[in-house]
Structures are given as C-alpha cells and as structure tokens.
C-alpha cells in the first residue's frame, strides 16, 4: 500500500513536470526499485485523462460502396495523396521480398509518396475545359484542317508561361522564345533556297522543311520574339541578294552531286573515247563527246552514279551501278 | 542428324563427275571435288566444288598472296584446294571474252570481311597465269601504309619517301611469280640510279629487278621504273598484264606513318603508293585490274563497313570509275555443305554434331566457318574427355543468314 501509494505521488510529480525523458528515466528507476513488489504498476500514458476509449474498428471501405459509374471527379476533385480505402483498384507497388508478391496497397507509403494524378482523368479534364470555355473565342470555322492552318499561318510562334506557387511571378525560363516555318512557304528561288539553307545550318531539318529559331538572348519574350522575326526578315532578304564572292563555289560546296562536269562524266568519256579510238578512225572531238553522251547506256549509268553519291550507298544501289557499267563496257 | 543430299540435285552435274573421275565406290564423297584443275575450263556445273592447286603452282603463283590461315590450311592438309565460287567464275567469263586492245578494265571485288574475296582473287589469278599471263599482284595495300620501320627519303624526288623493306620483298615474291617473262622484255629507256648505278636501255627486266632486290636502297624506284616498263608494254600485245590488288582501299584512305617531326605522312607522299595508284588508271591497255576491297587491315574505318564507296572513299571512287563490282556473298547451302564434306574429308571434322556447330556459330561466312570448325575440333575432344589443348576460343560472330 505504501508502494502504491509512493507510486501515485511519483507519478503526480512526473505529470506536474511534463518531461518524457525525465519520466522514463525516472519510472525505470522506479521500476527497479519497487522489483520485488507484486503489484507491478503498468506506466500510465494517458495520466489523468481517463480510461482509453476502446479502439472502433474500421467499417467497410468505401471502395465497396461505390457504384461502377460513379462521378470520380467528386471522389478526387483536388491533388490529394493515395486513400487506398478511396480507390477502387488492386494495385500493388515494392519490392516482392523472399520472391513473394510486391505488398498491397493498404498501409503502402510507396504509393503514397509518389505524386498521382487522380484527379486529372479525362472526365475531369472534360469539367476543366468547360469550365474554361466561358474564357475563351470560337475556333475560326474556315480553319479546319492542318493544311489551311499552314497555309494561312506558316509562321508559328512558341512560348512557354509558368505558373507557380511562390513568392515572385518571374522564370527566367519563360523568356525562350521558338519560331518555326516552312520554307516552301516563303517566297525563294533556287539561289536563295540554298543560301539560306547554309546560312541557318543546323536550324534547318531537310525531313519536314522546317526552320526552327530558338532566340533566348534577352531577358524579356517581347524581346526575343522580335528578335526571332528579326533574324527570320534578315535571314530573307540576305539569302535572296548574290555576292561576288559566291561566284567562287567550288563542287564541294555543293549541296547535291551533279554529274555533269564531275570526274565520273570526264573518266567515262575518257574510257569510251579510247575504247573507240582503238575500233575505229579518230573523229571530231565535240561531236563524238555529245553523241557518246546521249546513249542510253551512258544516261542509266549517269543516273545509277548520281543515285550512289546523293541517296548513299546500298546493296540495291551498288547493283544498279553494276548493271549500268556491264551496259556500258558491253560485258 | 540427317545429312542433306543438296549435292545430288541436277544430273548434269552427277554425269560431269561421272566421265572425270573412275568409278569409286564411295562417290558421294568426291561430289564436292573436282578433278578440273584447269581454271579456264571451271564453269557453273563445278560451282560450289573444290579443285586442287598443285604445289608448283601453290609456290610460283602464289608466294605471297593466299590469306594466312588459308596458308596454314594448306600445310595442314598438305593440299591446296580452293573452291569454285560464282564471283570469281563471273570474272573469269569476263576475262575470256574482254577485249584486250581496249583500256583495262577494273574489277572489283566486295562483300563482308571473310566471305572470300581474297580467295576469289586469287581463283583468278590461277586462271590468269594458267593462260600466260604476266601477273602483278599486290597482295595486301594496307602493309604499304602502316607499320613500315624505315623510312627513307626518296633519292630521286624530294618530297616522297621510300620503303626500302617492304619494296625489295615484293620485288624477291615478284621474281618468283614471273621468272620466265623477266628475260624476255626490255627496258625501254636509261634507268640511273646513283652514281654508278645505271641500268641502260634494252636490258632485260631481270637486270632491273636484281637492282632492286640487291640495292635495298633504290628498290622503291625500281618497282616505279617496273611498273612504268609493264605498263607501257603491255599494250604491245606480247603478252597480258593483270593488276591484282588486294586491299585496293589503302590507295586512297589515310597512314598510320609518321615523320621524324611527327607529323602524318600523306598518301600522295609514298612512293610505293604512288606508283600504284597509277597503274591503278585505266589509259594503258593489254590487261585487265582485278582488285579486293578489305576493311580488315585497312586504318581508320568502321569495322562493319564494307561497300566500295565507304572504303574507297570519294576519291579513290571517282580514281576506279567505271569499274565493274562483282558482290562476294557468304556460303549458300550448297557451298556449305561442300565445305562441310571437305573437312570432313580431310578427317579435320569427326563428331557428327560439328555441322551444326559450324551453322550456328558461323552464320554461313567462309571465313567464320573456318575458325568455327576449330570449335567443332575442340569441342569433340571436350566431350570425349580425351587429353587434349584447352579450348580457349573465343567467337563473336553477328548473326548472318544464308543466302540462298
């Protein structure tokens, strides 16, 4: 009785200085004291509080209440972390331990840590839109294919706003400004196609035709949109006037392989001439020249090397060059 | 395993062997053979059949132009049998029927690295010295450009430089091949080498190819001097000139050379390659240029390369055109099958699971199927635990298919 009595004051005492540690060094000590006591005191969380209400058992989850057509965008209509009681799937995310199976979702911090997008379903993006539609204009009628809008808007201009939580408005990241165009939509001629085309270098991409601006120079989008159109009228007018020093291309600037004038052109006439010459009596050069070149076989040849040197080479490529030649040489 | 009987197909083929050969009990087995041993009369009915080269041959034709391991084979099976393949039956139809007082034509041969184009070449080159042929063979441009010890400044122009080494060797394998023309050409104009050295006009080109091989020093000139002779000669129509070059990429790719200063020695600089590439032009007549491309030894390229415009480049293209591409492929079934029963043959194969070790692990490449029929070798003293080298062979093959 003493003991119990000794405990309650000891743990009066303990409640009026509210300090964990101190009290679980305390108790333990007191523990050790009273060991050989019968009544052993179990450590009392709650203090004066009261008995602890029994623990109320957790009812049916939700998931089973749910009808198969539901309205999801009232069960998540805001981010909201995983509720697996809230969900009606049988997902399971870890590390299958022991080669088991990963664990299930219930109690699974995996899947409550990793961002979910469950309240961005399609029907929920449907509200999104409607709800935004008060905010926006018509989409115009006319434009209603992809080509129309090409052919009406070639130029098209990309940006890039950020929206964010925080105390400043500004990224720096939304300064970039994109502009892409199609040059068959441009007004250049040959010259000024190929100009161009060396001029922009690797903004170019032969595939789609495009010519992509990317200006990020400036701090503000104002300013390097009207970079970007800068650049694109300067780039224009630049690739349509002719220099002097242009006159100077050689064959390796050229874009494209052209066979006349190439040493191809040059080393079969040779070949053919002198397989002539020793048939035959000489005869006028130019007029051999022309009618050496205008024979079939000199054509399909002049086609299979042209098709070597621009598409590259391959099995189909190399055999056509083969046929051209055996032509030719009358192999 | 149940072995394909591909090689009794077309009786045409069973009566060609019949009348070659004497009645033999076991005739299924001498079906991948041929007695033909004269390559100008091998045509398609003995494709994908072995005929044998004899020894004189092996040493005059060939001193330094069969592959190595094709050359460790042949010591092995103490015969040199090389089989009948359409790239070089293709050629060789060509050969026939060129005209000879017409520019040279090029021929080059092209495929994967081990499908045979070597072998190929030197298929016709048989031919070719068969028929009476002088026979100028390279047998690999690429140790022209790489590895070469000394080099020399040359004594006769000043911006080139000499191999002395590699020169002199070729000139000794040359003798070897054309002895017997050697005396009978002549030079055609004063050859002055040093000093005293001179090699007068009308010598025959014997005279001129003992400068070279006794006076290391000039040799690199005489090849030029030689082959300027061959070049202007042969359109005289005494005799054939075929230019066979092997590894023809190495003319117009890059070295691995460097001088004293350690700067990069430019391909225009040797004077070895030099010459070449101008026997390699087509303005001389009274032959004909049989090339192979190779990416094997060659410096600088990707290893899966191996069309002509990758390796020849875009000038070394423009040099050969127009030049006529004969594809080497890789075994078809029958081609295989001939192998197959060849090594069989030659008791190199014996456990009867060896074929399928061979398809697996070659894909049907000639040169794979070689190398995989070490591991068939090996993998049967393996498994029979009988005492014998530690298998360490390691294959890394891509998967090719046959071709059919």
């Known amino acids: 009785m003493a003991a119990s009595t000794m405990c309650a004051v000891v743990v009066a005492a303990l409640n009026r200085t509210h300090a964990r540690g101190s009290a679980v060094a305390g108790l333990q000590s007191f523990v050790r004291r009273v060991a050989y006591s019968t009544v052993v005191n179990r450590s009392n969380e709650r203090g004066n509080r009261g008995p602890r209400r029994p623990r109320r058992e957790a009812g049916p989850s939700r998931t089973e209440k749910m009808p198969v057509d539901q309205d999801w965008t009232a069960v998540y209509p805001t981010a909201a972390p995983f509720k697996p009681s809230a969900i009606p799937l049988p997902v399971r995310m870890g590390y299958p331990v022991k080669r088991g199976v990963p664990p299930d979702k219930r109690g699974n911090l995996e899947l409550i840590k990793i961002p979910n997008f469950l309240h961005l379903t399609p029907a929920a993006i449907k509200k999104h839109c409607e709800a935004l539609k008060d905010f926006c204009t018509e989409w115009p009628a006319g434009l209603d294919t992809d080509d129309k809008c090409e052919q009406h808007f070639p130029v098209q201009v990309e940006t890039k706003a950020f929206v964010s939580a925080g105390t400043s408005l500004r990224n720096p990241d939304a300064r970039v400004v994109t502009l892409k165009v199609k040059l068959s939509s441009l007004n250049l001629d040959e010259h000024a196609r190929k100009k161009m085309i060396k001029l922009v270098g690797e903004r170019y991409c032969k595939e789609t035709d495009t010519l992509t601006i990317t200006t990020d120079s400036c701090p503000l989008e104002k300013q390097n949109y009207d970079y970007a159109m ?16 242009e006159a100077e291309k050689t064959r390796a600037d050229m874009e494209e392989y052209d066979w006349e004038g190439s040493t191809s052109q040059k080393n079969i006439l040779e070949t053919l001439l002198r397989m002539r010459v020793a048939g035959e009596a000489e005869e006028d050069g130019s007029v051999a020249r022309k009618e050496l070149l205008g024979r079939p076989e000199v054509q399909e040849y002049r086609d299979s090397v042209t098709r070597l040197k621009n598409e590259g080479e391959s099995e189909s490529s190399m055999l056509q060059y083969r046929e051209a030649v055996k032509k030719l040489l009358s192999l | 395993m149940q072995v394909r009987s591909v090689h009794s197909g077309s009786g045409l083929q069973l009566q060609a062997v019949a009348m070659e050969t004497e009645p033999h009990p076991a005739k299924n087995l001498s079906v991948f053979r041929t007695t033909e041993a004269d390559p100008a009369r091998h045509s398609e009915q003995h494709a994908a059949q072995y005929y044998t080269l004899s020894p004189t041959h092996l040493r005059t034709v060939f001193p330094h132009g069969l592959p190595p391991r094709f050359q460790m084979q042949v010591k092995t099976f103490n015969e040199g049998c090389v089989m009948v393949r359409p790239p070089a039956l293709e050629i060789i139809s060509h050969l026939k029927k060129a005209d000879y007082s017409k520019p040279a034509l090029h021929y080059l041969l092209y495929g994967a690295t081990g499908c045979g184009k070597t072998m190929s070449l030197c298929h016709v080159l048989h031919y070719c010295s068969t028929q009476g042929w002088l026979v100028l063979h390279i047998p690999d441009a690429h140790l022209w450009v790489k590895n070469c010890k000394e080099l020399l400044p040359s004594s006769s122009r000043p911006s080139r430089f000499d191999q002395p ?20 050409i002549k030079t055609t104009r004063r050859y002055v080498w ?8 009308g010598r025959p ?18 090849v030029g001097a030689l082959l300027r002779e061959l070049r202007l000669q042969a359109g005289q129509g005494d005799f054939r000139l075929a230019v066979a070059v092997d590894g023809v990429n190495a003319a117009w790719g890059k070295t691995s050379l460097k001088k004293e200063d350690k700067s990069a020695v430019l391909l225009e600089e040797l004077t070895l390659i030099h010459n070449m590439r101008k026997m390699l032009n087509n303005d001389w007549c009274g032959g004909a240029i049989i090339t192979a491309l190779s990416q094997t030894g060659s410096l600088y390229t990707s290893r ?20 006529v591409p004969v594809p080497v492929s890789n075994y078809t079934e029958k081609e295989f099958e001939s192998c197959y029963l060849y090594y069989m043959d030659r008791n190199w194969l014996q456990h009867p699971n060896s074929k399928c070790e061979c398809v697996n692990t070659s894909g049907g490449n000639a040169g794979w199927v070689e190398i995989a029929s070490h591991v068939g070798r090996c993998w049967y003293h393996v498994t029979t635990g009988r005492r014998n080298a530690e298998v360490r062979v390691m294959v890394n093959v891509a998967p090719v298919n046959f071709v059919v």
């Not at chain 2, 040093?194 to 006009?201: A, F, V, W």
């Not at chain 2, 002509?308 to 127009?322: A, C, H, N, S, T």
């Open chain 1, 230 to 245: 800068y650049l694109l009228t300067v780039l224009y007018h630049e690739s349509w006037k002719v220099e002097a020093w």
């Open chain 2, 165 to 184: 080494v590699q020169a002199s060797q070729w000139l000794q394998n040359f003798k070897v091949t054309n002895d017997h023309f050697l005396s009978k």
């Open chain 2, 194 to 201: 040093t000093k005293r050295e001179r090699t007068e006009e």
């Open chain 2, 205 to 222: 080109l014997a005279e001129l190819v003992e400068q070279g091989v006794n006076r290391v020093k000039s040799s690199s000139d005489v």
């Open chain 2, 304 to 323: 899966l390369s191996y069309l002509p415009q990758e390796l020849l480049g875009q000038e070394g293209f423009d040099k050969m055109d127009p030049f």
